[in-house]
């Protein structure tokens, strides 16, 4: 799987990072969640990095202190993992690219 990276939201030492892939995914590095390795914390701000018309395909709750919780499949292909700089207190996850869908028509008035 080859990255492509797509921005980063740097603080307090952490580095939680976007990549999309050349397999129609996103790779989503963030902060480690202790009670599962196929979840992820990241801060809202990451968000504004992900490609027009599409949104992360997985199910994110809101931490209530900035930052969403999501699960996706854990990342462990070390060739996948080389072109990253992942530290200790941080994971990585794949979750879908999903096209954006508006429902409903245009608003008129």
Same mark, same amino acid.
């Given at each position: 799987?080859?990255?492509r990276?797509?921005?980063? *939201? +740097?603080?307090?030492?952490?580095?939680?990072?976007?990549?999309?892939?050349? #397999? $129609?995914?996103?790779?989503?590095? !963030?902060?480690?969640?202790?009670v599962?390795?196929?979840?992820?914390?990241?801060?809202?701000?990451?968000?504004?990095?992900v *490609? +027009?018309?599409?949104?992360?395909?997985?199910?994110?709750v809101?931490?209530? #202190? $900035?930052?969403?919780?999501?699960? !996706?499949?854990?990342?462990?292909?070390?060739?996948?993992?080389?072109q990253?700089?992942?530290?200790?207190?941080?994971?990585?996850?794949e979750?879908?690219?999903?096209?954006?869908?508006?429902?409903?028509?245009?608003?008129?008035?």
């Open positions: 799987m080859e990255l990276f797509l921005g980063t *939201e +740097t603080q307090g030492g952490g580095s939680p990072t976007l990549y999309a892939t050349d #397999r $129609g995914t996103y790779v989503v590095q !963030g902060w480690k969640v202790d599962d390795e196929q979840s992820v914390e990241i801060p809202h701000r990451l968000l504004r990095h *490609e +027009t018309g599409s949104y992360l395909g997985s199910q994110m809101d931490s209530g #202190r $900035g930052s969403f919780f999501m699960s !996706g499949r854990a990342v462990t292909d070390q060739d996948v993992l080389a990253m700089d992942i530290p200790g207190h941080e994971t990585c996850v979750v879908p690219s999903n096209e954006e869908v508006w429902f409903g028509g245009v608003a008129t008035g």
